[in-house]
C-alpha cells in the first residue's frame, strides 16, 4: 500500500514551509529514516526523513514551494506497485480500487485512469516550457541533464544543454555557431544575429565574436570581467539574509561600543579552567559572558523586552541567544533561563547546542524564545563591529578579541587585558542613557567577575 509523506508541524507556531531541496528523485528506492527533502522555516533549515521503505512514486510540490502543515508532499510506494497520480496542492490520496490493488495483474485493455509506475521505464519529467522548446528545436531530451525537482527537466536545463554542444545536422535551420561563441556572445550581451561567421558554412566563431567586440566605442560598450561563481541565495542563507534586512528595515538600530578592562576576567576562567581538568572540562570566555549578561538583564529589564502592538513586553525569563557561525550561515540557539543556572549548566548547554548546530540537528524549540543575544567574533582578531538585533528581541552584545594593552592602572602604566563590547539596541524600546547603563554594569561584571558567583 502507497504512503504518504507530510508536511510535519515543526513547532506550534508553524503554519506552512518552504521546500527548499529534494534530496531524491521519482522513481528512487528509499529506506525509512532517510532524508528526502530539505524544510525551511523561519528558524531553522530541517530535513525530513522517509516514514518507510519502498520507492518514490510521486513528488508533489515544487523547490521553493511554500507548503501548508499536513498538505500531501510525496507519495511512497511499494515496489511494483501503481497509484493513481494526483495533483500538485492535493491534501489526500485517492482511495485504491480492488481493481489498482492487485498489481500483479495488468489489465487486458488501456487504463484510462493516470497511474504511477515505480518500474525504471517511467517517463522523462519536463516542464511545458522545456518541452516546448525541445520540441522546436528537435532536442532529445533524454539527452538533457535535470535539475528540477524530482528529476524534472527546466526551459533552463534546455538552454544549458543547448549551449555546451555542437549544433547537429537536424537544427540547420538555426543560427550556426560554436559553443565558446554563444558563450562569449552572452557575455558581452551581443546578438548573435548580428554578427557575420566567418567559419564553415557560414558559421560564428570566437573570432568573430571579439572582433565585434573590439569594433563597439567605448562610450556605448565597457567590457566587464564575467563572474566566474554565483552563489544561489538559498536555503539558511535566505533566511539570514531576510531576517538582518527586516530587522534593519523596522528596528531604530543604535550602537555603543566600550572597552572594559578584563584582567580579573581572564584570571578568573584561567583558575577555573586549572581545576576543571581534572574532570577534562572547561569553560570558554562566552560561557561567562552567558552567565554576566543574564544577571545585567536582570538589573536591567528594558533591553529584555520585546516590542509589541500593546506596548513594551518586558519578558519574565532572561534566555540568551548565542550565536554560531556554520559554513553556509548563522544560526541562534538558546539557552534558557541563564540567570538562574550555574556555569557548569551554560557551558554544557552551549556545547551541546553548538554541535548539534554544526550537525544540523538543532530543533525549531532550541532556536525560539530568546530575550537577548551575544556572539562573540573575538576569536577572529575583531575588536569592534556592529551587530544586528535578531528580531523580535531588543538588544544584542557582540564580543571583540581580548588583547594585552599599556593602560593607566592605579596611577601606573602597566600591560593589562582588554575587552572590546559593542552594544546595539532598538531605541524604541529603550533610550541610550539605560542602554550604557546596562553596558556599564556588564562592564563592571568583567572588570569584577566574582560578583556573578553571588
Known sequence: MAVELRMLQMDQTMTKGKIGKWLVQEGDTVTEGQPLLEIETDKVVHEQESPTDGIIAQILPEEGSNVPVNALLAIIAAPGEEVERVEAGTMELPQQTEESKQTTKKPSTPSKTKTISTSPSSPI???????????????????????????????????????????????????????????????????????????????????????????????????????????????????????????????????????????????????????LQKREESLTYTDLLVKIVANSLGEHPRLNAT?????????????????????????VPVVRNADKIGLSDISEQIKALAEKARNNQLTPGELQGGTFTITNLGNYGIDAFTPIINPPESGILGIGRIIKKPIAHNDEIVIRHMLALSLTFDHRVVDGAPAAQFLQTVSQYIQNPYLMLL
Do not use: C, W
Open 125 to 275: 519529467k519536463a516542464s511545458p516550457t522545456a518541452k516546448e522548446l525541445a520540441d522546436k528545436l528537435s532536442i532529445d531530451l533524454t539527452q538533457v541533464k535535470a535539475s528540477g525537482p524530482g528529476g524534472r527537466i527546466l526551459e533552463s536545463d534546455v538552454h544549458r544543454y543547448i549551449e555546451t554542444r555542437e549544433p547537429t545536422t537536424s537544427e540547420s535551420t538555426r543560427l550556426k555557431a560554436s559553443p565558446l561563441a554563444r558563450r562569449l556572445a552572452k557575455e558581452f550581451g551581443l546578438d548573435l544575429t548580428s554578427i557575420a561567421g566567418s567559419g564553415p558554412d557560414g558559421r560564428i566563431v570566437r573570432d568573430d565574436v571579439m572582433q565585434t567586440v573590439d569594433e563597439i566605442p567605448d562610450q556605448v560598450f565597457q567590457q566587464t570581467p564575467a563572474a566566474s561563481e554565483v552563489i544561489e541565495l538559498s536555503g539558511i542563507r535566505k533566511i539570514i539574509a531576510e531576517r538582518m534586512t527586516m530587522s534593519l528595515q523596522t528596528n531604530a538600530s543604535v550602537t555603543l561600543h566600550t572597552e572594559v578592562d578584563a584582567t580579573n576576567f581572564v584570571e578568573l576562567r584561567n583558575l577555573f579552567n586549572e581545576e
Open 307 to 331: 516590542l509589541t502592538d500593546a506596548g513594551i513586553q518586558l519578558q519574565a525569563d532572561i534566555n540568551i541567544g548565542v550565536a554560531v557561525a556554520l559554513d553556509d550561515g548563522l544560526v
